[in-house]
């Protein structure tokens, strides 16, 4: 009687260990379309004009190119700081 | 294939038919011993012993395997559901980022253009005041120039 409670036992922890669950993650998101073009490069004057209005133009076009790839880069950490707290969360 | 097809049987058996076999088992096992004292019928019970105790087996391991395979049903489930909070979260943190974007954007691109509109209203009076030297054109051109190269 003994021997066939021990076998029971033994049987069943190994009915235990032979189910392994599956395993479950959340799949990293896609990143906004916005954040994924390049930066362009700075514009250039044209070499032929002697004008500062032409001058001054390319150099306001061009800070706002800084800030448009400053804010890209600022959106980026944003996006990455708050989608990794997400995803760390689920673990 | 074959795995899929065993785990789908079994997945859709109830939990309780295992202790019923293992159960059915004992009291058939108990009964062959009895029987085993009659001699007419001495000869079966040795056949119905084996078979019972191999029951018995069977009905344990299944419930074992059966009594996690719902504890991890249910952690499954738990997890099913922690994932859908935060991919709707993920999904709300992109769209809230999206409309920073296109904010900012627009912001950038006004104030550009408000500049420009500036530069329009004393071109005249600045271009007819200062002529830019080719060579001041190259050095602010040579200065925008990517260092590392064009832009991929």
Redesign the interface.
Known sequence: MKK?LV??LI??????S??T??K?S?TW??T?P??KT??????????N?????D??????????QY??CK??VD?WL??YN??QK??N??K | MFNWLIEQALGHLPVWLWPAV?GAGTAVYFLAHLLSNFPNVKPYAIFIKPAAFLT??LG??????????EI?QA??KE??A??AV??Q???D??TN??T???T??KV??D??VV??EK??E??KK??A??????EA??I??GA???PLG???
């Open positions: 066939l076998v029971s049987v069943f922890l190994s009915g235990c032979s189910v669950g599956p479950m959340m998101p896609d906004p916005d954040l390049a930066c362009p490069d700075l514009g250039q004057v044209d070499t004009t002697t004008k500062l209005s001058a001054l133009n390319v150099i306001t076009a061009n800070y706002s800030y448009l804010d890209k959106n944003d996006w708050a989608q997400i995803f969360s689920v | 293992a018995i087996i344990v391991f299944m419930y074992g395997g059966a009594g996690v395979t991890l952690q499954i997890q099913e922690k994932i935060a991919q979260a993920s999904s943190a992109n980022i999206q920073k974007i296109v900012k954007t950038i691109h104030t550009q500049y420009q530069i329009k004393v071109e600045i271009d005041d200062c002529k830019i030297d080719p054109i190259s602010l051109n925008a120039k990517n064009a832009t991929k």
